[in-house]
């Protein structure tokens, strides 16, 4: 028999892993949305190191080999926006302006965790639109699996937590992914194609590593305290939801690992635009060894 959390599991696979439908994003809308955030992690390396040296990473407590793997990772980002915009060709959309909370390598290290582990979710989510071409296919497959290693290295090795969340990632929704991009977005150019997004309003939460079992308040542009509302939480392929009180606070619950993501709901279904009220946010809920 099935627990509920396997259901759970089953049904947010399916509808976001599942077969496309046909008003789905086409291969070029997809691929545009993958190099729009790859131009975002290739424009925040590239700052990152260029803002702070060798010396300051060493200052700051970390070992030489650490900024050595960030120029790696540098590098990576680099090639995968060539590909991209090869692929793309004359369709292929140019990187925006930026703004990057960077005041310290540690915060820069944060970020780049952040940003990794949303660039491994939202291949793994965009991944079922590309239907018309399998090299492609393929290619975000390898794309998406060197994101997700990145991520565990930052993680594990740089911030000494978990070098994974859990037996499952989370797959996001274009909307989903772009609205954790969208607050380091300043302006795009005019001549860039249009996303295959919705965009919402960010949303905020009064802890961003809180304690399970606790009460949090969360707020976006907009929210009101009248009709139901939920906080959807996404861990792996697991949808939990907690209802938002007229204070505007919910419950965290319990037994989430690693990066979770949130976003508010008008209903207990699966995480989509036509449910979404807010964008997402990232939490974090590391766990040693022996969780």
Known sequence: MFTKATLL????ASATL?????????????LNYALTLEHLENTFYNSGLAKFSAQDF?????????RGRFTQIARHEAEHVKFLTTALGDNAVQACQYSFPMDSPQSFVA??????????????????YLTDNTDYLTAAGSILSVEARQASWV????????????PY?????PSGAFSLAAPFIKECPSTNAALPVTTFPALTVSKTSPAE???????????????????????GLQVVYTTIGKDGKTTVPQDLDGTVYAVVVKSKETPKDETMLSGFAALQFPFNSSA
């Open 18 to 30: 599942g077969a496309p439908t046909p008003s789905g994003p086409s291969d070029t809308e997809i």
């Open 155 to 166: 993680s594990s090795a740089v911030m000494k937590n978990q070098p994974w969340n859990g």
């Open 111 to 128: 970020t780049s965790m952040v940003l990794e582990t949303v660039g491994a979710s939202a291949y793994l989510g965009g991944a079922r």
């Open 9 to 12: 599991a089953l049904v947010y």
């Open 58 to 66: 060493e200052n700051a407590g970390y070992p030489p080999w650490v």
């Open 213 to 235: 079992g606790s009460r949090i308040t969360v707020k976006y542009d907009g929210l009101t305290d009248d009709g139901e509302k939920y906080v959807a939480w996404l861990d």
């Open 169 to 173: 990632d989370v797959p996001l929704t």
